[in-house]
C-alpha cells in the first residue's frame, strides 16, 4: 500500500508539473500570438499615418519657387510587357507669372492661350522621369508621382518620419536609404524576441526614386497583456483549481493512508497486549477451583480482585479498540488524567511474573509526590513492556531501577535494567513493528510487537522515547512526556 501511494504521489506531482508545462507553453503561445497581433495594428497604424501625411493639401509642402506638371503614359518593352512612363516638371513660378500677365483670353478647356502654351512649349527648369513595369496600377504611379514632388519640396529625414511616428504615439528609431528596384508595398519585420519585443517597418515614401524608410521600434509588453487580461485570469483560475483538486486527492489519501496505518498498527500491537489480563483471568480461575485457595478468605478477595481489574483492563482495551476502529480519528484517543506514578510502578512492579531460578531486584527511586498527566491504561502498559522486557532478557540476577523527574513542563521517566543489553547494530530497529533482535530470536517467546506498542502510544502523547544500551552491561529507556 505505501509502495502504490508513493507512486501516486510521484504520479501525481508529475501531473501537476506537465500540466503547469503545457500551461506555460500556451501562455507563451497566445503571449507570442498577441505580439503579432499588436505588430499588425501598428502597422496598418503606421500606413494610415503616412497616408495622411501624403494625403494633406499641396499647400503644406508647396515650394513658393516652383509649378509641377504630371504625365503618365503607357508603354510595352521588348518582351511586349506592359509598363508606365511617369514625368515630372517644375517650372519656374516667377516666370510663369510674367510670361501670364498680359493674357486673358480663355480657350475651351478654361486656360488661356499662353497657359496652354506654357505648359506645352515652355522649357522646365527640372524635369524627372521614370518607368516602372511592377507598378501596381496606374492610380498607384499617379500617388507615386505626388510623393515625388512633395520629396523634392521638403525631403524626408530620419527626424521627420520620427516626429510623424510621435503623432500616433509610438517611438523608435528611424533610418532613410535606397533601394535597388522600385518597391511598392509596406513590409514588417517581426520581433525575434518575446522579453524585448521589437518589430521594423520599411516604408515606401517615394516608390520611384526608390526611397524607403525604416522605422524600428519597441512593443510595451503592457500594451500586449492589456489584451490577454481574460485569457490570463481564466489560466491562473483554472490552473489553480486544478493543483487544488489534486493536492487535495493526494492529501485525502495520504490522510487515509495515515489512519489506515494507525489503526493497523495500534490494533495489532493491542492485540498483543490482550495476554496480559488473559492470563490473569485464567490464573484466577484456576485460583477459584481450588479449594484450599477459596478457603481463605485473603487469598478469594485477591483473585477476585484481581479479577475484576483484568476485566476493567479488557473492557478498557476494547473501548479503545472501538474508538479507534469506528470513528474518524488520526490519532489514538487518550482519557488524559492525573497518575501517582509511583504507586503505579509498584503495582506494576509487584504483579510482574518472575520466572523460576531468576533473582530480580526492583528499585523505585521515583518520588511519592510525581504526577504526571497521561492516560492511565496506556502509560501502564508502556512501563509494564519495558519492565517485563528487563526481567526476560537477563541473566538469572537483575535489578530493575525506576526514576523520575520534571523539568521545564516535561516528565522525565527511565526504567534501567542490568540485563544483556541490545547489540548496537540492532537499537535502530528495536521500535519496529514484529523485529526482534539476536537476543529474542532464542527460547524468549514473543512476536516483536512490544517495543513498537511502546513507541506508538509515547508518540499519540506527543512524547519521545530514547534507549540507551550496551551489550553486556544493560539497557535505560528515557521516556519523555510533555505535561
Given at each position: 500500500?505505501?509502495?502504490?501511494?508513493?507512486?501516486?504521489?510521484?504520479?501525481?506531482?508529475?501531473?501537476?508539473?506537465?500540466?503547469?508545462?503545457?500551461?506555460?507553453?500556451?501562455?507563451?503561445?497566445?503571449?507570442?500570438?498577441?505580439?503579432?497581433?499588436?505588430?499588425?495594428?501598428?502597422?496598418?497604424?503606421?500606413?494610415?499615418?503616412?497616408?495622411?501625411?501624403?494625403?494633406?493639401?499641396?499647400?503644406?509642402?508647396?515650394?513658393?519657387?516652383?509649378?509641377?506638371?504630371?504625365?503618365?503614359?503607357?508603354?510595352?518593352?521588348?518582351?511586349?510587357?506592359?509598363?508606365?512612363?511617369?514625368?515630372?516638371?517644375?517650372?519656374?513660378?516667377?516666370?510663369?507669372?510674367?510670361?501670364?500677365?498680359?493674357?486673358?483670353?480663355?480657350?475651351?478647356?478654361?486656360?488661356?492661350?499662353?497657359?496652354?502654351?506654357?505648359?506645352?512649349?515652355?522649357?522646365?527648369?527640372?524635369?524627372?522621369?521614370?518607368?516602372?513595369?511592377?507598378?501596381?496600377?496606374?492610380?498607384?504611379?499617379w500617388k507615386a508621382m505626388k510623393k515625388v514632388d512633395i520629396e523634392f519640396s521638403l525631403p524626408?529625414?530620419?527626424?521627420?518620419?520620427?516626429?510623424?511616428?510621435?503623432?500616433?504615439?509610438?517611438?523608435?528609431?528611424?533610418?532613410?536609404?535606397?533601394?535597388?528596384?522600385?518597391?511598392?508595398?509596406?513590409?514588417?519585420?517581426?520581433?525575434?524576441?518575446?522579453?524585448?519585443?521589437?518589430?521594423?517597418?520599411?516604408?515606401?515614401?517615394?516608390?520611384?526614386?526608390?526611397?524607403?524608410?525604416?522605422?524600428?521600434?519597441?512593443?510595451?509588453?503592457?500594451?500586449?497583456?492589456?489584451?490577454?487580461?481574460?485569457?490570463?485570469?481564466?489560466?491562473?483560475?483554472?490552473?489553480?483549481?486544478?493543483?487544488?483538486?489534486?493536492?487535495?486527492?493526494?492529501?485525502?489519501?495520504?490522510?487515509?493512508?495515515?489512519?489506515?496505518?494507525?489503526?493497523?498498527?495500534?490494533?495489532?500491537?493491542?492485540?498483543?497486549?490482550?495476554?496480559?489480563?488473559?492470563?490473569?483471568?485464567?490464573?484466577?480461575?484456576?485460583?477459584?477451583?481450588?479449594?484450599?485457595?477459596?478457603?481463605?478468605?485473603?487469598?478469594?478477595?485477591?483473585?477476585?480482585?484481581?479479577?475484576?481489574?483484568?476485566?476493567?483492563?479488557?473492557?478498557?482495551?476494547?473501548?479503545?479498540?472501538?474508538?479507534?476502529?469506528?470513528?474518524?480519528?488520526?490519532?489514538?484517543?487518550?482519557?488524559?488524567?492525573?497518575?501517582?506514578?509511583?504507586?503505579?510502578?509498584?503495582?506494576?512492579?509487584?504483579?510482574?511474573?518472575?520466572?523460576?531460578?531468576?533473582?530480580?531486584?526492583?528499585?523505585?527511586?521515583?518520588?511519592?509526590?510525581?504526577?504526571?498527566?497521561?492516560?492511565?491504561t496506556h502509560l501502564n502498559n508502556i512501563l509494564s513492556n519495558l519492565v517485563e522486557n528487563a526481567?526476560?532478557?537477563?541473566?538469572?540476577?537483575?535489578?530493575?531501577?525506576?526514576?523520575?523527574?520534571?523539568?521545564?513542563?516535561?516528565?522525565?521517566?527511565?526504567?534501567?535494567?542490568?540485563?544483556?543489553?541490545?547489540?548496537?547494530?540492532?537499537?535502530?530497529?528495536?521500535?519496529?513493528r514484529f523485529y526482534r533482535g539476536k537476543a529474542g530470536s532464542g527460547d524468549q517467546p514473543g512476536?516483536?510487537?512490544?517495543?513498537?506498542?511502546?513507541?506508538?502510544?509515547?508518540?499519540?502523547?506527543?512524547?519521545?522515547?530514547?534507549?540507551?544500551?550496551?551489550?553486556?552491561?544493560?539497557?535505560?529507556?528515557?521516556?519523555?512526556?510533555?505535561?
Open positions: 500500500m505505501e509502495k502504490r501511494i508513493k507512486t501516486l504521489y510521484i504520479i501525481t506531482i508529475a501531473a501537476i508539473l506537465t500540466f503547469l508545462g503545457m500551461q506555460v507553453y500556451w501562455l507563451y503561445c497566445r503571449y507570442e500570438a498577441s505580439l503579432s497581433e499588436q505588430e499588425d495594428k501598428i502597422l496598418a497604424a503606421i500606413q494610415t499615418q503616412m497616408e495622411d501625411y501624403f494625403n494633406k493639401d499641396r499647400k503644406t509642402y508647396w515650394n513658393n519657387k516652383f509649378l509641377t506638371s504630371y504625365t503618365l503614359s503607357t508603354v510595352r518593352d521588348s518582351l511586349d510587357m506592359k509598363g508606365f512612363k511617369a514625368e515630372i516638371k517644375w517650372f519656374d513660378r516667377e516666370e510663369y507669372t510674367k510670361y501670364l500677365e498680359t493674357d486673358s483670353i480663355h480657350s475651351k478647356n478654361g486656360m488661356t492661350k499662353k497657359e496652354e502654351s506654357f505648359w506645352t512649349d515652355w522649357t522646365p527648369k527640372i524635369r524627372k522621369s521614370y518607368e516602372t513595369t511592377n507598378a501596381p496600377s496606374e492610380g498607384d504611379v524626408m529625414s530620419a527626424n521627420r518620419l520620427d516626429s510623424i511616428m510621435s503623432a500616433i504615439g509610438l517611438e523608435g528609431k528611424s533610418r532613410i536609404f535606397k533601394t535597388d528596384t522600385m518597391i511598392w508595398n509596406y513590409s514588417l519585420t517581426g520581433h525575434s524576441s518575446v522579453f524585448n519585443p521589437k518589430a521594423a517597418v520599411s516604408i515606401p515614401y517615394s516608390e520611384l526614386e526608390k526611397k524607403r524608410a525604416e522605422f524600428v521600434f519597441s512593443i510595451p509588453a503592457g500594451d500586449v497583456l492589456n489584451g490577454m487580461w481574460g485569457t490570463l485570469a481564466i489560466a491562473v483560475l483554472l490552473s489553480c483549481f486544478l493543483i487544488i483538486c489534486l493536492i487535495f486527492q493526494i492529501s485525502t489519501v495520504l490522510k487515509l493512508s495515515r489512519l489506515d496505518k494507525l489503526r493497523t498498527g495500534f490494533i495489532t500491537t493491542m492485540i498483543h497486549e490482550l495476554k496480559r489480563p488473559i492470563s490473569t483471568l485464567k490464573m484466577s480461575v484456576s485460583g477459584l477451583e481450588n479449594e484450599r485457595m477459596m478457603s481463605d478468605p485473603n487469598i478469594k478477595k485477591e483473585l477476585l480482585f484481581e479479577t475484576r481489574l483484568a476485566l476493567d483492563n479488557l473492557s478498557a482495551y476494547f473501548s479503545k479498540l472501538r474508538d479507534i476502529t469506528f470513528n474518524d480519528v488520526e490519532q489514538i484517543p487518550l482519557n488524559l488524567q492525573l497518575i501517582n506514578l509511583r504507586s503505579m510502578l509498584e503495582d506494576i512492579m509487584e504483579s510482574t511474573v518472575v520466572p523460576a531460578g531468576k533473582s530480580v531486584k526492583f528499585i523505585n527511586e521515583i518520588d511519592d509526590s510525581m504526577v504526571v498527566s497521561a492516560d492511565p526481567v526476560k532478557y537477563s541473566g538469572s540476577n537483575v535489578v530493575i531501577k525506576a526514576e523520575a523527574s520534571e523539568n521545564n513542563g516535561i516528565a522525565e521517566i527511565r526504567i534501567s535494567d542490568t540485563g544483556n543489553g541490545i547489540p548496537t547494530g540492532e537499537l535502530k530497529h528495536i521500535f519496529k512476536m516483536g510487537l512490544g517495543l513498537a506498542y511502546v513507541k506508538l502510544l509515547v508518540d499519540a502523547h506527543g512524547g519521545e522515547i530514547i534507549v540507551e544500551s550496551t551489550e553486556g552491561i544493560g539497557t535505560c529507556f528515557n521516556i519523555s512526556l510533555p505535561q
